[in-house]
T-cell receptor, first 112, second 116 residues
Framework: GQQLNQSPQSMFIQEGEDVSMNCTSS?????WLWYKQDPGEGPVLLIA?????ELTSNGRLTAQFGITRKDSFLNISASIPSDVGIYFC????????????FGTGTSLTVIP | DSGVTQTPKHLITATGQRVTLRCSPR?????VYWYQQSLDQGLQFLIQ???????AKGNILERFSAQQFPDLHSELNLSSLELGDSALYFC???????????????FGEGSRLTVL
């Protein structure tokens, strides 16, 4: 299946620090999605991106659709303890019948 | 609340048994996806249905099957269960806006299956 390489795999940061994570692929995607998953819960959609170069914010979160359409970035500013969780990227390939492919996740720990 | 409903939330059963997981998509969504997530793992795509028809298959075992009914709810059947089938099973749905796929996927809270 399609591989999305997500990095870093895990992050340990101090409260108040900014966070950056990214997702790359060898294929061109027409949609990028970012999700947050709390333990034992379903992933929650944070941000959806639809155009190359698009930069979208949702509160302290900002995500960008890479200009090559093969990557995407998520930034979290001024992290707080409730940001703890696993963040997944997901991409949708063109002409695949609405198929979504997921990254392996970034586990974020925020130290108060 | 994503609008996607899954039941049961928890299920404990024995090896060799068969279980059925149920999913109701968001109102109006025609596509339903099933994913498996084992402990500390990512989301493994199992199968997708669109308006009652199978659209795509991922890493779904032959012991597993699914269907989507005319009212658009879906069921995932897992049979001859093995210890390794213990996992969280998620259903997700996506819909249309203006006749085009929205490109957004919304997840239910999952069904946690434990096989003893």
């Amino acid at each position: 299946g399609q591989q999305l390489n997500q990095s870093p795999q895990s992050m340990f940061i101090q409260e108040g620090e900014d966070v950056s994570m990214n997702c790359t692929s060898s294929s061109i995607f027409n949609t990028w999605l970012w999700y947050k998953q709390d333990p034992g819960e379903g992933p929650v959609l944070l941000i959806a991106l639809y155009k190359a170069g698009e930069l979208t914010s949702n509160g302290r979160l900002t995500a960008q659709f890479g200009i090559t359409r093969k990557d995407s970035f998520l930034n979290i500013s001024a992290s707080i303890p409730s940001d703890v969780g696993i963040y997944f990227c997901a991409g949708q390939l063109p002409n695949t019948g609405n198929q979504f492919y997921f990254g392996t996740g970034t586990s974020l720990t925020v130290i108060p | 609340d994503s609008g996607v409903t899954q039941t049961p939330k928890h299920l404990i059963t024995a090896t060799g048994q068969r279980v059925t997981l149920r999913c109701s998509p968001r109102s109006g969504d025609l596509s339903v996806y099933w994913y498996q997530q084992s402990l500390d793992q990512g989301l493994q795509f199992l199968i997708q249905y669109y308006n009652g028809e199978e659209r795509a298959k991922g890493n779904i075992l032959e012991r597993f099957s699914a269907q989507q009914f005319p009212d658009l709810h879906s069921e995932l059947n897992l049979s001859s269960l093995e210890l390794g089938d213990s996992a969280l099973y998620f259903c997700a749905s996506s819909g249309l806006a203006g006749g085009f796929p929205t490109g957004e996927l919304f997840f239910g809270e999952g069904s946690r299956l434990t096989v003893l």
